[in-house]
Structures are given as structure tokens and as C-alpha cells.
């Protein structure tokens, strides 16, 4: 194979040689677009979500072994490929022939709801057994650290792959001292009767024999045929990959500009993200060179192309053959490196591509810097030794190094006697996040004494580059640091002192906060004193459900956990999402072109140039649009596509059709946009509230007269809370495919969504054509959160516009950066008694809409339907208002409002123990509802099951016991502190609307006695189509084997309602089970004359359509009562955290949760839910900050900036209990909607950390209610602690900076 061409193995055993492989094309989407291998997924396209995980092997011939690794997909070139072999979720098993251990234990354990991610946690856990089959639990979560899961909170992915490690796996069901391995069983209940989500015993067993064999091809290849330089030729950009060194230095001499791509991860996103053309790339990764590692008396040399994870494992090797004094550097790095990026990033990245890329807050070049580390670079001038120190980064992104100069391998230095060094990082996100700050320290003392001989800080994340603490260190220099009061000293003086330097650093994020990083992160880096938190496993969980009654039949599958229905085609890659379908003859791409502005006038657009471009066939604008231009939602009309002005950056304005995706986004790019801003934009709320922009409805309700109650109250207290707004981030973006059939204005939308007749009514009045004419297919969505209603039929509706125009097949599929761009303070009063009852309670809640209306009413509407949670308190008033703003329009988040608005209930009542110094669950426990009661809407309803939950998730989680631990704890402990709360929901199930509320079904019974089910509710990861399945079951006396689920249409079930408000079960379950007990009547005759007769024998052919009206819910404003849902859910959880009062750093110990869900159709479906949408709430009270610059962009555009939940986010401990004997009669079967209600339980995290903070404020004399705004991340929490070195930092003065992102 000469130049020009890439031979690799694909591993379902294809031989694939791409003779023209462009080096600007991933390896993600060739699998996906030219190998038809969809299992693999886009998530991110940056290396942050690890959707598209693949193995690759290779055969090194020097040592004559293979080495397998994981990688993503989405960053690894094409071109670099060639001798590879790389294994997808397709090549490890499939339904056709036999699955892999890894995909079936996944799916059995309930590891994948919407399955999106699925793939990607499968090859990360199938690279991680191919290099060791029996890990350990750490092994695991470091594996899955860069995958990210919407769904699932993680916690049965682990458990999943939990059987794969020899470790004990107990269930804990008989508590921590009793091990059920040991045969001991629990005195409560028999062990076999408890119902199992899967039996350890059936699972296929993991036998490394069977895996797949490298290919001997291409290790015959590389052993025989002596390497030669490849180029490769695209369509923009030139690829060279050398052999040797020397060619390698003659190529940089030539062509000092281009870069050298080595894991191309920081090269890959640039090209991708910031539209940074290479015209020519060199890919020196098979110059042999740059891999070698050498040992000298002085230290080691590692080659600058070794990967990270390759560096990590040389320094292990090394740190035990060698005195612990000598590898105090080795260890600092190793440390940085456990948590640098993910697995996937480190088997990739190299260390010279690390150093050279020299990112602000770059993990490793503070260490190196601080290490006396040093580099040896070549060029056609010769080669030298440069110092890594002050001189050597020299601005963000640049090194001292000549354009020319290639880095051929890194020294590092042993240490000596009496010299230690420390590394630092300090990260919104514990794993799988670029830190904020990070820190390298040497220190040297002189021989048996404290005095400084030689001192060395450098810090990353505080500057533009990484920047060496020299005034401090000279500060230290020959002086005695007796620890540990002299350090303190120390630790004083490097932060406040005049020659604190790094004061002075404006900081990596402006200047609103700069004192408070060295404070911190200076405490954290001297373990010493701090203790840090030794590697903690996540403890297999305990899971309670209801077991069936004795006298159910076995076919019935209602009540039983039932694996996800698509669970294994999901883990096997084959379930087919909205991109996955193949391309269509001529289909073109539609990409849209966004306003750069928040608030102007649109003066010219010139699309002249994109039309020019290559492939691009057509740019769409407002006037191409046949039939109506806007959508109207809640009475607001929002223009498709802004015609004159626009009000807010992201807002769509055009859009780009064109052959390829490529084509369409050089096209997109090309489009000239100008503007005249106008004045005042509006971003945040105070500003909304000033100028009186809003969105009307505003809604009022209230019981009792909260003015005169005020008067008569013992004590006021006014308190503020801010929720920052929480990111859907599904991770499967908006995807559809617009075909138009060619006769009579037909149409076909296949698309991810929630609502499929909101889309088809939307097409149909863009296009202006009967909504007969439009059908909508949902096979299924991966993942939606209620972020795929609105949003996406605005986004269908200018692709159908695109179709209808060029008459051609138009998918659109978003990226993740433009997804998250076009997808959201308030003082209120308490008045209670001294001895914590509450009698008045007014709040005022006020939503930052963003420019358009969407759902917003609505949420603030059911803010204030909520505002009574669980407390009966007897003058209550509550104010819900939208404010319209120039930030991108926010949509309806799962909960629709609610755990945004029970938050700032909840902090009240904190408030109010903390006024009265008592704990926060006697105040709550004192004002809950009790007996028969009604509701500040005058519905009346029974709180029983709310109060069982409260006492036992009292009981299971021995709260009492814990709280007293606490304290013990925390008066043992200056800079730890735990906390623990518990908090209990009652959710109003159902649509407000009683319309809503409806459902339909077709069941079609074939004459072989397969059964088809269509319904109204969309497959999301939910379960719903398990749930239909098991209702049909039972109620035609079939095991669901026999029953199937294709998918949603609107020519199937017309008219549905959206899958949301967790009424998606309660409305089709009804629909589905009523159809099939019709169809069942029909076939009773058959069924009486041959009583013995199968199933099949009884069926004939039949269709039938069935109508079901749900209940009729209102609410009557004026009156301020009403019936606006069916009855509600309740839910009690209780969290334990231990906080670093330092560093604000935090892990979730313990949570235990405790829901009544009815009688559940499918307990680990549920269960499920409960704890993805803990793990969602958890995201969102403690994590999760959408970040606006000062201009209303948007900073936080992908998992880069965004921060969801991670493995490292579950907590240690983790119990769900279904409460056992509970009853609805108003749902299915009495089961209850559960999707949403369990997110506001992730709030119990917040408020435990509320409380931990309590306590260090405590210890430094400061008492009584504080402000702790959500999310509470680890600065806020930081800073709220109040330590005394905090304390110590002046607040920066308002208006003597510009802040780097808005308080929104
Ligand atoms: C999702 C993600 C998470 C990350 N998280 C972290 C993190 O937590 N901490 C952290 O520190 N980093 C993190 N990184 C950054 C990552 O570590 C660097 O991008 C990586 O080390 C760069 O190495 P590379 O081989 O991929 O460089 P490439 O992208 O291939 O090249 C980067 C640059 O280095 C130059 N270069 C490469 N090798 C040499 C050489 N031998 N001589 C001269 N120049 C050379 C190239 O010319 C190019 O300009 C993350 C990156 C991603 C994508
Ligand atoms: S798509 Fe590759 S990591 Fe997200
Ligand atoms: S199952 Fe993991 S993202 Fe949906």
C-alpha cells in the first residue's frame, strides 16, 4: 500500500482500505456515514462524553505484542489509522449471533435507558477487560469516568459491570455487618423471595479465549514491509505522516507552521470547534524517536509522543523500584494524571503535545515546572536541552520554542533528600474535567532542619499561561517553616501579603474572585495537614421494590422488573436512533446560521458567497417559507426564522443546505450577517423586573390573608435564593430527517422528539398543507428531558421548509455547542412562631424566559401550584412570573419548574431552623400536612403516604443516629465537615390542561398471534414501551414476548398528547389496556368453543381504535382553585456529604430514598427513573452552571464547560425504597407517574451541603441564616464556609471590574 491510502481492520472483520481518506475526516463519522456502523454515536465531538468509544489495538514489533486501548471516535483521524485495528460495539457481539458479556450485563443490570450512551459505556468496560478481565472497582469508575449518562445516574451501569470484578459483591440487603455471600440471611423477608433485577448465575460467562484475535495480516505487514512516509490528500488539507526522524525534522524545516498531530485532541477540536484550517498537518506518530524511554542516574526520559496513560504506567513502574525520597516528582505527576481528562483522552494525548499545547490550566506543566523538568528539541539547527520554568510558557497556547523545533522527549529529574513536591487540581467536576486551578510545589529543605533551602510554586488556571509564584517563593526562600503553626504563617503571607504575586495574576476568569484560588488550592496541595480523602469505591446500593403477589401468574409480567425491552439492541449498537438511518439518495444537510448579536436590527444578508461553495445547494430565509412564519406558543408568536431583528445571540436566521455536513457548515460559516444593535439589551432578572418585561400570564394564588398573619407572627425573616438555569444536554442532540414522498404535498419526519403531533401540525402549517399530508415517526429519542418539544418543532419546521424547496430528503442533526446555544432572585418572606411554626409565607418567583415565551407561563404557573410541597402552611402566597430577556429562549426542564421552585420553599424553611438554631427536619416535620387536607388551590387530598415516606426514609436511613455522628464529626474535624438534610415532595401528576390528558392506542393482532402496539408515548428511556408491553400482556393473557413495539407515528395514533408531565404510562397504559381488553372481549367466543386452544388458534386478524379521555383537570385562576392534577406522587430523600471546608470540594456519603409510586408496572423501570432524575437533581443544585458572558453568549456550550453528573458524582451509598403497600386508584393498574417528581430530591445534596457549611461557619463564630445559591459548587460552597482565610479576601468592589459571566 503506497501513499494515499489507510489499511485498517475494522472489527467486525472488515478489511477496509480507504484509498482517498480526506485527513480532515474522523474515524467517527466514516464508521457512521461510510461503513453504515451507526452503533458507534455522535455525542459531543470533542472528546467529552465518550459516546463514541471504540477499541483500538495495534502491534508493536519492537516487543512483538499488541496493545488494546480505548479512544474517541470523534478525535481520532482517519489517516492515522493505517495498521490499526479497531473494534466497535458491532464487532464485540450481536442479536444475530451471540452477544458479549459486557452488553448483556450492562442491559440486565438496567444500565441503559435510552441507550444513547450505552455503546460507549460497553467499549469502555470491553477495552478495560481485554487489558485486565478481573478489574477492581476503582478500575471501573476510572474506565467509565469520560462517559457521560443523562439517564441512568449511573449506578446500575456500575453495578452491571461490578460482576465482571472478584471482589465481594454484596448486596448489602442485609446491611454492611451482614454479607449475604456468607449464606447469613436478613431476619425481615427470605432472600429468594426478594425480587432480583438479574440473576448472577445466568450471566454469560467472560471468556478471554473467545475475544477476537488481532489480525496476523497486519502483523505480518509491519514485521515484513519497512515503513514508508504516507500523504494523503483532501479536499482543504494535506496529510504527511514520516518515519523517521530525520525526515521528520526536514518536513518541520519546510513547513515550520504546520503542527505536529500526535492525539490530535487539542488540534482535533480547534480544526472542529473554532474553525482553524491546517493546510498541512504532520503526524509523526510512527517516528519511533519520540517513544523512547531512557533511565539515567539523574532521572528518566520519556519520549514527547508517549501517551499519557503510557507515561502514567512508566512512572508506576518506576515509583517502587526507588527510595520514596527520590520519586516525590514521579508520584506528583502520577497523581495529576489519574484525573486528567479521561481514559480515553490519556490513551491518546501525548506528553509533548501536553507541554507544547500549554493550556492555562494545563495539569502537567506546573509540576514539570516546579519538578526542574526539562525537554530535548530538534530542528535542521541541532538539538538542545530548554528548561520547562517561567521563560519557557510564554503566552497562552505559546511556548519559548522555535516554530521549527519538534520536542523529542521530556527529562524527569529524580528528587532528592529532603525535597518534596505536591500537585494540585482543583475542578468543577472531580474526574473527566479540565481543573480550574492547578499547582505544582517543590520544596527542598536543608539537610535535618525546617529551613527553606529552594522553593518552587507554579500555578495554572490563574493567567494565561502557566505562571511561576516567584516573588512568593524568594519570599521563602532560607526561611524555618516549622510545621504546622509556621506554615499557617506561610499560608497567610503567600495570600495576602505584598509580595503575594499571584494576587496580582488577573485570573484565568476574570476578576471577580482572583484572591480566593490560591487560598484554596495552597490548603489543598499540602496533604500534610489536610488529610485528603483516600480513593472511595462506590458500595453496591440496596434497591427495594414490591414483590408480586403469590397468586399472579407467571406470564404476567406487571409488578416484575423487567429489562428495558430494547436494553440488549441498545447495548449491541444495532437499536436504531433518528441519524442512524441511512442516507438517502440525495439528501441533503441543513445547517443553521445564528445571530452573533442579543439585541439588533438586521441591515443585510449576503448569502451570495455560501452558494458559491462547494455542495451547497440552497440558503433557506423567512421569505422562502410557504405557509405560516411563526409559531405560537401560549398566545406569543416567535418567528421560525427572524426576519429583521433579532433578540437574542443563537437565534436562527437562516439556514444552509447543502450535500455533506461538512459542506453545510463551511456554507453556514460563509453566510455575512450585519446588524445595528439597539440599546439596553436585557440578560438578568433585576433588569426584567426594572423595565417590566415580562410574558403574561402572570399567576397569583393564595390562601388565608398573608398581610394581616404577618402582624401576628413572632418573628420575619426575608431571604433570597438564585437557581441558576440546568442544560437538558441529552445525548442524542436534535436529530431529523425531512422526505418528502413526491405526490400530493406528502411528507415524512423522522425525528427525535416528544410530541410527535406538535411536529406534524407544526410542518404542516409552515408548509401550509392539511396535516394529513405530514406523518411523524419516533422510533426513539435518546434522551429528551423536555427539551424536545418546543424547541424541536421550530427546527423541523424550517428543515421541512428545506425539503419542500429543493424537493429533496433535508437531516438535520445538531452539534452539541449549537444545541446547547438555541435551548433558563427572588426575595421572599417568612413569618413563624418561636417555636417553628409557620403561619405566613409570601414568595415571589420569577423565571428568566429568555426572548421568546415557549412553555415559560406555564412553568411559572406551576411554580406556584407547588409552592405548598409539603406544608401545611395556613396563609400562603405565591407570585409566578416570566421575564422576557435577550438570553436564548429556555424551554420546559423535567419538572417543568418545579425543583426550581421547591428549592427556594425548602431554603426557607432552612432559614427558619437556622434563625431559630434547630434542626431544619424538626421545622419541616412541625408544618407538614397531616390528616385529610386541602391544598392552597382548595383540592382536597390525603397526605398519609407523604408522611409514611417521611418516617421511613427516617427509618432507613437511621437519620437520627446519623445526625448525632454528625456532630461528633464535625466537632472532631476544623476543615471537614459533613452534613446531612432530608426532604420530602409531593408532585401533582398530570397535565394542568385537562386536554392534555388524552391517549390513544392501536393494537393490531396478526393471524400468526403476534401482537403490534402503537401508542401516543414517545420511547425516550423511560420505559414506556416496556410498560405498554407488559399492560398488553396481561391484559391479552400473552407473554410479552409475543408483543411488539415499533414505534410512535401520527398515522398510526393521531392526535397524542406529549410524552411529559411523567403522565405518559397513566394515559397510554389506559388506552393500551382498554384496546387490547376489546380485542380480548371480541375473541372471547373463539376462545369459549375451543377452551383448550392456543393463543394463535383464537386470534383472527383485527384493528381497532380506541379513544381514551383522561381525567378533566383546570384551574380556575380567578378563583384561585382548582383540580390541576390527578393526585400526587411522594417522595422523601436524605443525603449525607462530607464537605472540604477549603477547597469547597464535596462527595455525596450516603443517600437513601423513599417514593411511593403506587403499585408499580415495572419496578426497575421505575427505579430507574427515581434515580437518573436524582442524579439530574443532584446535577442541578451542585453542578451544573450555565455560564452567559456580560453580551449574552453563551459560554457553556458542551461538556467541555458544562458539567453533568459523572461516575465520580454517584454517591458512595445508595438506597431506593418503593414504599410498600401503597394504592392509586387513579392511574393504571394503581401505579403512579414517576419521571419527573424524584428530580427535586436531588436537593437533599444541596441542603446537606448547606449544612456542612453551617458548621465550618460555625467554627469561626459565624451564626444564623446565610446565603448559598444553587447550584452550590465547589467555589460557592468554598467561599460560603467562610474560612478565616476566606474571610481575609476583600469583596471585590461592584463596578471596579468587569465580571466575567453574568448573575443571570
Ligand atoms: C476532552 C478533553 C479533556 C482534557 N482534559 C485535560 C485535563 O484535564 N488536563 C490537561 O492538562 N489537559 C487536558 N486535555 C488536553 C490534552 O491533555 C491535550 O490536548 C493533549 O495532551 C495534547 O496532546 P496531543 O498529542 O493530543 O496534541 P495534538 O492535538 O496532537 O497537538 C497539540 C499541539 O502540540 C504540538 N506538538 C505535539 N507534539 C509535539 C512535539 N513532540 N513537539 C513539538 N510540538 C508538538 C502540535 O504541533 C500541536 O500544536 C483535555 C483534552 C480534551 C480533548
Ligand atoms: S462524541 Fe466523541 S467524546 Fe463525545
Ligand atoms: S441511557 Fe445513558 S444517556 Fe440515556
Known amino acids: 500500500l503506497g501513499s494515499g491510502g489507510v489499511l485498517f481492520y475494522l472489527f467486525i472483520f472488515l478489511n477496509v482500505t480507504e484509498n482517498h481518506a480526506d485527513p480532515e475526516t474522523m474515524l467517527l463519522p466514516f464508521l457512521r456515514q461510510k461503513m453504515k456502523l451507526t452503533g458507534t454515536k455522535y455525542g459531543c465531538g470533542g472528546g467529552g462524553c465518550g459516546a463514541c468509544t471504540v477499541m483500538v489495538s495495534r502491534y508493536q514489533p519492537a516487543t512483538k505484542s499488541i496493545i488494546h486501548y480505548s479512544a474517541n471516535a470523534c478525535l481520532l483521524p482517519l489517516c492515522q489509522l493505517h495498521g490499526a485495528a479497531v473494534t466497535t460495539v458491532e464487532g464485540i457481539g450481536s442479536t444475530k449471533t451471540r452477544i458479549h458479556p459486557v452488553q448483556e450485563r450492562i442491559a440486565k443490570a438496567h444500565g441503559s435507558q435510552c441507550g444513547f450512551c450505552t455503546p460507549g459505556m460497553v467499549m469502555s468496560t470491553y477495552a478495560l477487560l481485554r487489558n485486565k478481565p478481573q478489574p477492581t472497582m476503582d478500575d471501573i469508575t476510572q474506565a467509565l469516568a469520560g462517559n457521560l449518562c443523562r439517564c441512568t445516574g449511573y449506578r446500575p451501569i456500575v453495578e452491571g459491570c461490578r460482576t465482571f470484578c472478584q471482589e465481594a459483591n454484596c448486596c448489602q440487603a442485609n446491611g454492611a455487618a451482614n454479607c449475604c455471600l456468607n449464606g447469613e440471611k436478613n431476619g425481615d423477608e427470605p432472600e429468594q423471595e426478594k425480587p432480583q433485577l438479574f440473576d448472577k448465575l445466568d450471566l454469560l460467562p467472560l471468556d478471554p479465549t473467545q475475544e477476537l484475535i488481532f489480525p ?23 496529510w504527511v505522516s514520516p518515519v523517521s526522524l530525520e525526515e521528520l525534522i526536514q518536513l518541520k524545516a519546510k513547513h515550520p507552521k504546520a503542527p505536529l498531530v500526535m492525539g490530535n485532541t487539542n488540534i482535533g477540536p480547534d480544526m472542529k470547534f473554532k474553525g482553524i484550517l491546517h493546510p498541512l498537518i504532520i503526524s509523526p506518530t510512527r517516528v519511533k524517536g519520540l517513544f523512547e524511554v531512557s533511565q539515567t542516574p539523574q532521572g528518566v526520559w520519556v519520549g514527547a509522543g508517549c501517551s499519557l496513560s503510557e507515561l502514567h504506567s512508566v512512572l508506576e513502574k518506576l515509583v517502587p523500584q526507588f527510595p520514596e525520597e527520590k520519586t516525590e516528582v514521579f508520584r506528583a505527576l502520577n497523581r495529576q494524571l489519574g484525573n486528567l481528562g479521561s481514559v480515553q483522552i490519556r490513551n491518546v494525548a501525548s506528553l509533548g503535545g501536553n507541554i507544547v499545547s500549554a493550556y492555562p490550566n494545563s495539569d502537567l506543566n506546573p509540576i514539570l515546572a516546579a519538578g526542574n523538568c526539562k525537554v530535548s528539541v530538534i530542528s535542521s539547527g541541532g538539538r538542545r536541552e530548554v528548561p520547562l520554568n517561567q521563560d519557557f510558557f510564554v503566552g497562552f497556547g505559546k511556548v519559548i520554542l522555535q516554530p521549527e523545533e519538534i520536542v523529542v522527549s521530556v527529562f524527569i529529574p529524580f528528587s532528592r533528600k529532603g525535597e518534596f513536591v505536591q500537585a494540585l487540581r482543583h475542578a468543577p467536576r472531580k474526574e473527566a474535567s479540565f481543573a480550574t486551578v492547578t499547582a505544582g510545589m517543590r520544596v527542598m529543605f536543608s539537610e535535618s532542619s525546617r529551613v527553606v533551602q529552594d522553593v518552587s510554586i507554579y500555578y495554572g488556571g490563574m493567567g494565561p499561561t502557566t505562571v511561576s509564584a516567584a516573588k512568593t517563593c524568594q519570599a521563602i526562600i532560607r526561611r524555618s517553616l516549622c510545621f504546622p503553626l509556621n506554615f499557617r504563617s506561610l499560608l497567610y503571607f503567600i495570600t495576602f501579603s505584598p509580595c503575594a504575586d499571584l494576587l496580582f495574576f488577573p485570573s484565568g476568569r476574570g476578576t471577580t474572585r482572583p484572591s480566593a484560588k490560591p487560598t484554596t488550592s495552597f490548603w489543598k496541595s499540602w496533604p500534610s495537614l ?277 424537493n429533496r430528503a433535508v437531516r438535520c442533526v445538531l452539534e452539541r455547542g449549537e444545541d446547547m446555544l438555541i435551548t433558563g432572585g427572588e426575595p421572599s418572606s417568612v413569618g413563624f412562631m418561636n417555636d417553628g411554626k409557620i403561619v405566613a409565607a409570601d414568595f415571589q418567583f420569577f423565571a428568566n424566559s429568555g426572548n421568546t415565551v415557549d412553555e415559560s407561563p406555564l412553568v411559572a404557573e406551576k411554580m406556584v401550584l407547588h409552592m405548598d410541597t409539603a406544608y401545611n402552611i395556613p396563609n400562603l402566597r405565591g407570585r409566578g412570573t416570566a421575564c422576557k430577556t435577550n ?70 436511613s437511621d437519620y437520627s443516629a446519623r445526625r448525632g455522628a454528625i456532630e461528633q464529626f464535625n466537632e472532631q474535624n476544623r476543615w471537614k465537615k459533613r452534613g446531612i438534610s432530608i426532604i420530602p415532595i409531593k408532585y401533582g401528576i398530570a397535565f394542568s390542561d385537562g386536554f392534555l390528558n388524552q391517549a390513544a392506542a392501536l393494537v393490531h393482532i396478526y393471524k400468526d398471534g403476534s401482537v403490534l402496539v402503537s401508542h401516543g408515548g414517545t420511547e425516550m428511556g423511560q420505559g414506556v414501551h416496556t410498560k405498554m408491553q407488559q399492560i398488553a400482556s396481561r391484559e391479552l393473557h400473552i407473554p410479552p414476548s409475543k408483543i411488539y413495539i415499533s414505534e410512535t407515528s401520527t398515522n398510526t395514533v393521531p392526535n397524542t398528547c406529549p410524552s411529559a408531565a411523567s403522565f405518559g404510562t397513566d394515559a397510554n397504559g389506559m388506552a393500551v389496556k382498554d384496546a387490547c381488553q376489546i380485542l380480548y372481549q371480541r375473541l372471547e367466543p373463539i376462545r369459549k368453543k375451543n377452551p383448550k386452544g392456543t393463543w394463535e388458534i383464537a386470534v383472527s386478524d383485527c384493528i381497532f381504535l380506541f379513544v381514551l379521555r383522561g381525567p378533566d383537570l383546570y384551574v380556575d385562576w380567578d378563583k384561585m382553585e382548582g383540580q390541576p392534577y390527578a393526585y400526587y406522587t411522594y417522595g ?151 474560612s478565616p482565610f476566606t474571610q481575609k479576601v476583600p469583596a471585590s468592589k461592584p463596578g471596579s471590574f468587569k465580571p466575567w459571566a453574568l448573575d443571570i
Open 216 to 238: 496476523p495480516e497486519l502483523i505480518l505487514m509491519a514485521d515484513t514491509t519497512s515503513p514508508q512516509t504516507l500523504t494523503f490528500h483532501g479536499e482543504r488539507v494535506t
Open 530 to 806: 489536610l488529610q485528603l480523602q483516600e480513593g472511595r469505591e462506590i458500595q453496591p446500593g440496596l434497591q427495594e421494590f414490591q414483590p408480586v403477589s403469590k397468586d399472579q401468574s407467571n406470564h404476567d409480567a406487571v409488578g416484575r422488573p423487567m429489562m428495558h425491552r430494547s436494553a440488549i439492541s441498545q447495548a449491541t449498537g444495532e437499536a436504531v436512533y433518528c441519524d442512524d438511518l441511512p442516507k438517502i439518495e440525495g439528501e441533503l444537510f441543513l445547517m443553521v446560521v445564528t445571530s452573533s448579536r442579543p439585541h439588533a436590527k438586521i441591515t443585510g444578508l449576503d448569502v451570495s458567497e455560501a452558494l458559491q461553495l462547494p455542495g451547497v445547494v440552497d440558503v433557506i430565509t423567512t421569505k422562502d417559507i410557504p405557509g405560516k412564519k411563526v409559531r405560537t406558543f401560549c398566545g406569543y408568536n416567535e418567528e421560525l426564522l427572524a426576519e429583521s431583528e433579532v433578540s437574542c445571540i443563537g437565534q436562527m436566521i437562516c439556514a444552509v443546505v447543502a450535500d455533506t455536513k461538512a459542506h453545510a457548515k463551511r456554507g453556514a460559516a460563509a453566510v455575512k450577517i450585519s446588524y445595528e444593535d439597539l440599546p439596553d439589551p436585557i440578560f438578568t432578572i433585576e433588569e426584567a423586573v426594572e423595565k417590566s418585561s415580562y410574558f403574561e400570564p402572570r399567576r397569583l394564588l393564595q390562601r388565608g390573608d398573608v398581610t394581616e398573619a404577618f402582624k401576628t407572627v413572632d418573628k420575619v425573616y426575608e431571604g433570597e435564593i438564585r437557581i441558576g438555569g440546568q442544560e437538558h444536554f441529552y445525548m442524542e442532540t436534535q436529530s431529523m430527517l425531512v422526505v418528502p414522498v413526491g405526490e400530493e404535498m406528502e411528507f415524512n419526519v423522522y425525528i427525535s422528539t416528544q410530541w410527535p403531533t406538535l411536529i406534524q401540525d407544526a410542518v404542516a402549517e409552515t408548509l401550509n398543507i392539511a396535516s394529513n399530508r405530514v406523518t411523524c415517526h419516533v422510533k426513539r429519542v435518546g434522551g429528551a428531558f423536555g427539551g424536545k418539544v418546543t424547541r424541536t418543532s421550530v427546527l423541523a419546521s424550517i428543515t421541512s421548509v428545506a425539503a419542500w424547496k429543493t
Open 887 to 956: 438570553l436564548p429562549s429556555n424551554t420546559a426542564f423535567r419538572g417543568f419548574g418545579v425543583p426550581q421552585g421547591l428549592l427556594i420553599v425548602e431554603n426557607m424553611i432552612n432559614d427558619v431552623a437556622m434563625v431559630l438554631g434547630c434542626p431544619a427536619d424538626k421545622i419541616r416535620e412541625m408544618n407538614m400536612y397531616r390528616g385529610p387536607s386541602t391544598t392552597h388551590y382548595k383540592f382536597e387530598f390525603n397526605p398519609e403516604n407523604l408522611l409514611r415516606c417521611w418516617e421511613e426514609c427516617k427509618r432507613r
Open 1132 to 1282: 422523601v430523600s436524605c443525603s449525607e456529604v462530607e464537605l472540604d471546608c477549603l477547597t469547597g470540594e464535596y462527595r455525596t456519603l450516603r443517600t437513601d430514598i423513599v417514593v411511593d409510586i403506587g403499585k408499580s408496572v415495572n419496578p426497575s423501570v421505575d427505579m430507574g427513573q427515581i434515580e437518573g432524575a436524582f442524579m439530574q437533581g443532584l446535577g442541578l443544585y451542585t453542578l451544573e452552571e450555565l455560564k452567559f458572558s456580560p453580551f449574552g453568549l453563551l459560554y457553556t456550550r458542551g461538556p467541555s464547560q458544562y458539567k453533568i453528573p459523572a461516575v465520580c458524582d454517584v454517591p458512595l451509598q445508595f438506597n431506593v425504597y418503593l414504599l410498600p403497600d401503597s394504592d392509586n386508584p387513579y392511574a393504571i393498574y394503581s401505579s403512579k407517574g414517576i419521571g419527573e417528581p424524584t428530580l427535586f430530591l436531588g436537593s437533599s445534596v444541596f441542603f446537606a451541603i448547606k449544612d456542612a457549611v453551617a458548621a465550618a461557619r460555625s467554627d469561626s463564630g459565624l451564626k444564623g441564616p446565610f446565603s448559598l445559591n444553587s447550584p452550590a459548587t465547589p467555589e460557592r460552597a468554598c467561599l460560603a464556609s467562610a
